[in-house]
């Protein structure tokens, strides 16, 4: 692999006081002498730029970190802070993020390329070309984290570009340098942006400088106008269309139009099939009685056919009109061609207009083109049937042979089913035979459970014919005890009087035995008379007590 590249060289042109003086110049001195200066300039103007530079862990502090000359530089340094522990944390690979050493001035930002190819060999330097500003100093040293030990410090300079900015890296070696460039070139910063990718240039040198014009030997890198991008053919392609305006390629394809981004110039204006006027409907003898706008595409006859292309100027302002037929462009406000060169269609190069081709040659070059076309139109519609057959081929081929496997491994698992399923069926006949002699066992027994059922029936009919005895003469011996009960009863009650009077007898038998007078009692007569009224009573109560 050559080690020949073409390094780029950073200047900051910074703004001087004698800029201002010219500026304040009349419109006729600065005609009559132009400033190189300013024509380098083109539209740019001065505005802010500020340098921020993030500086290792393991580098200590020094005075010459600012890239700015310190006369025309607002900066804001380390703190003692900061610089005391940037020093003493010289065993962590990292970088200092909180406060970084910001230097603003206003200028403009140049980056030059060189004309030749040089050995990059002695090169430290890289630069991030168009870092999208969604892209923060915290994430874009995420990104670079695996090589912070490598680098020696990060440079982030902002210009009035838009939504972008630009990263300076100076690593440690020449090897580090080219192993980043090798693996972050035309890497995507975010996985979420897939399209925003990481352009990287090879720098020899960053300087400042007071006027604007490019080193010997150095070309500015110019922008593209649609991604306002520097523009390197070393690290994407540049194509320069017609008009003489240079974009990216993939821009340019992606602009999806056939006209210039900037100056809306059609590159490749597209004939109408029937070669006749929008307005009138008149068919044109010619391609070149019709005419174009390149600013809406309006297709009207020229002035000696029906003058609608001049109309449509007189009525949309739309001044610029390309004749079909010869590709030239007419002004009609300056009343005369703009474009006085022509596309050859032979070899694709511009050639001075020699006026409408004859008859003749027009013809000969309409039969040719037709017969080109012709032949065109059959290879490639031959080309596209084959195509088309041998892809229809080659996809029933396909589908054939996937069918066939699907047969195959439905045949298979068809076999194994019926293997499955006589297995089954074996099983279940087992089964079958098992709860056959079960359903028997089941019936005999059944058979013998009602025999006893029906015995235990009429055994029950007759224990409850026996109970209806047995309550029936339960009943009478109830009703025969009740009246030996009262009949005991009463007998008891006899008995009870009888042996009171005995008890009486007994007791009046030993008194009479203890008393003095015994003898006189013994010769003595007994005579019972009424009881009075009143003893009945009371006897009586205290016989129902």
Same mark, same amino acid.
């Given at each position: 692999?050559?080690?020949?590249?073409?390094?780029?060289?950073?200047?900051?042109?910074?703004?001087?006081?004698?800029?201002?003086?010219?500026?304040?110049?009349?419109?006729?001195?600065?005609?009559? $002498?132009?400033?190189?200066?300013?024509?380098?300039?083109?539209?740019? *103007?001065?505005?802010?730029?500020?340098?921020?530079?993030?500086?290792?862990?393991?580098?200590?502090?020094?005075?010459?970190?600012?890239?700015?000359?310190?006369?025309?530089?607002?900066?804001?340094?380390?703190?003692?802070?900061?610089?005391?522990?940037?020093?003493?944390?010289?065993?962590?690979?990292?970088?200092? @993020?909180?406060?970084?050493?910001?230097?603003?001035?206003? &200028?403009?930002?140049?980056?030059?390329?060189?004309?030749?190819?040089?050995?990059?060999?002695?090169?430290?330097?890289?630069?991030?070309?168009?870092?999208?500003?969604?892209?923060?100093?915290?994430?874009?040293?995420?990104?670079?984290? #695996?090589?912070?030990?490598?680098?020696?410090?990060?440079?982030?300079?902002?210009? @009035?570009? #838009?939504?972008?900015?630009?990263?300076?890296?100076?690593?440690?070696?020449?090897?580090?340098?080219?192993?980043?460039?090798?693996?972050?070139?035309?890497?995507?910063?975010?996985? !979420?942006? #897939?399209?925003?990718?990481?352009?990287?240039?090879?720098?020899?040198?960053?300087?400042?400088?007071?006027?604007?014009? #490019?080193?010997?030997?150095?070309?500015?890198?110019?922008? =593209?106008?649609?991604?306002?991008?520097?523009?390197?053919?070393?690290?994407?392609?540049?194509?320069?269309?017609?008009?003489?305006?240079?974009?990216?390629?993939? =821009?340019? +394809? %992606?602009?999806?139009?056939?006209?210039?981004?900037?100056?809306?110039?059609?590159? /490749?204006?597209?004939?109408?099939?029937? /070669? +006749?006027?929008?307005?009138?409907? *008149?068919?044109?003898? /010619?391609?070149?009685?019709?005419?174009?706008?390149?600013?809406?595409?309006?297709?009207?006859?020229?002035?000696?056919?029906?003058?609608?292309?001049?109309?449509?100027?007189?009525?949309?302002?739309?001044?610029?009109?390309?004749?079909? &037929?010869?590709?030239?462009?007419?002004?009609? %406000?300056?009343? $005369?061609?703009?474009?006085?060169?022509?596309? $050859?269609?032979?070899? &694709?190069? !511009?050639?001075?207009?020699?006026?409408?081709?004859? +008859?003749?040659?027009?013809?000969?070059?309409?039969?040719?083109?037709?017969?080109?076309?012709?032949?065109?139109?059959?290879?490639?519609?031959?080309?596209?049937?084959?195509?088309?057959?041998?892809?229809?081929?080659?996809?029933?081929?396909?589908?054939?042979?996937?069918?066939? %496997?699907?047969?195959?491994?439905?045949?298979?698992?068809?076999?194994?089913?019926? %293997?499955?399923?006589?297995?089954?069926?074996?099983?279940?006949?087992?089964?079958? !035979?098992?709860?056959?002699?079960?359903?028997?066992?089941?019936?005999?027994?059944?058979?013998?459970?009602?025999?006893?059922?029906?015995?235990?029936?009429?055994?029950?009919?007759?224990?409850? $014919?026996?109970?209806?005895?047995?309550?029936?003469?339960?009943?009478?011996?109830?009703?025969?005890?009740k009246e030996l009960k009262i009949s005991k009863e009463k007998e008891i009650a006899d008995l009870k009087e009888q042996v009171r009077d005995l008890m009486f007898f007994i007791n009046a038998q030993q008194v009479i035995e203890k008393s003095e007078d015994r003898e006189d009692i013994a010769q003595g007569s007994v005579s019972i008379g009424e009881a009075p009224q009143t003893s009945k009573s009371k006897h009586r109560r205290r016989k129902q007590k």
């Amino acid at each position: 692999m050559s080690d020949l590249v073409s390094k780029c060289v950073l200047r900051v042109e910074v703004n001087d006081s004698s800029e201002s003086n010219n500026g304040t110049q009349g419109a006729e001195a600065l005609a009559q $002498n132009v400033d190189p200066k300013q024509k380098n300039h083109g539209r740019r *103007k001065v505005r802010d730029i500020s340098v921020e530079t993030f500086p290792s862990r393991l580098e200590t502090p020094r005075d010459d970190w600012g890239l700015l000359p310190i006369s025309s530089r607002e900066q804001t340094p380390l703190t003692e802070k900061d610089a005391i522990e940037l020093a003493e944390d010289k065993g962590e690979i990292g970088f200092f @993020s909180g406060n970084p050493f910001v230097e603003i001035t206003k &200028g403009i930002l140049h980056l030059y390329k060189e004309d030749v190819l040089t050995s990059r060999k002695d090169a430290l330097s890289l630069c991030l070309v168009g870092v999208p500003c969604s892209l923060t100093c915290h994430d874009l040293l995420a990104f670079t984290a #695996p090589c912070h030990a490598d680098i020696a410090h990060i440079r982030v300079l902002r210009d @009035s570009i #838009p939504n972008q900015y630009m990263c300076l890296l100076t690593f440690r070696s020449h090897e580090s340098a080219l192993e980043f460039y090798y693996t972050y070139n035309s890497a995507p910063f975010s996985t !979420l942006e #897939p399209d925003i990718l990481c352009r990287i240039v090879w720098v020899s040198r960053i300087e400042w400088a007071h006027d604007g014009l #490019p080193p010997p030997g150095h070309t500015e890198l110019p922008m =593209c106008p649609v991604c306002l991008e520097r523009m390197d053919e070393s690290v994407d392609g540049v194509l320069t269309i017609l008009c003489n305006h240079a974009f990216h390629a993939s =821009c340019l +394809e %992606k602009w999806g139009d056939s006209t210039c981004p900037v100056c809306r110039c059609v590159q /490749s204006p597209e004939q109408a099939e029937t /070669s +006749e006027c929008e307005k009138c409907g *008149k068919i044109a003898p /010619s391609p070149d009685a019709l005419w174009i706008c390149l600013i809406c595409g309006h297709v009207g006859c020229g002035r000696y056919l029906g003058g609608h292309a001049a109309s449509h100027y007189i009525e949309s302002g739309h001044c610029y009109a390309l004749q079909l &037929g010869s590709h030239r462009v007419w002004d009609y %406000k300056g009343d $005369n061609f703009v474009h006085r060169l022509l596309q $050859n269609k032979a070899d &694709g190069k !511009l050639v001075p207009s020699e006026g409408p081709p004859s +008859e003749a040659e027009h013809a000969q070059e309409k039969v040719d083109s037709v017969q080109l076309e012709f032949t065109y139109l059959l290879t490639s519609q031959l080309e596209e049937q084959r195509l088309y057959f041998e892809d229809r081929l080659a996809l029933l081929e396909i589908q054939l042979q996937d069918e066939a %496997k699907h047969l195959r491994k439905e045949l298979t698992t068809l076999s194994q089913d019926k %293997k499955q399923l006589q297995i089954n069926v074996h099983d279940l006949t087992k089964e079958k !035979l098992a709860l056959e002699k079960k359903l028997q066992q089941q019936s005999s027994k059944l058979s013998t459970t009602l025999h006893e059922l029906n015995e235990e029936k009429h055994l029950g009919k007759a224990l409850r $014919n026996n109970q209806q005895q047995w309550q029936t003469k339960l009943n009478n011996l109830e009703e025969s005890f009740k009246e030996l009960k009262i009949s005991k009863e009463k007998e008891i009650a006899d008995l009870k009087e009888q042996v009171r009077d005995l008890m009486f007898f007994i007791n009046a038998q030993q008194v009479i035995e203890k008393s003095e007078d015994r003898e006189d009692i013994a010769q003595g007569s007994v005579s019972i008379g009424e009881a009075p009224q009143t003893s009945k009573s009371k006897h009586r109560r205290r016989k129902q007590k």
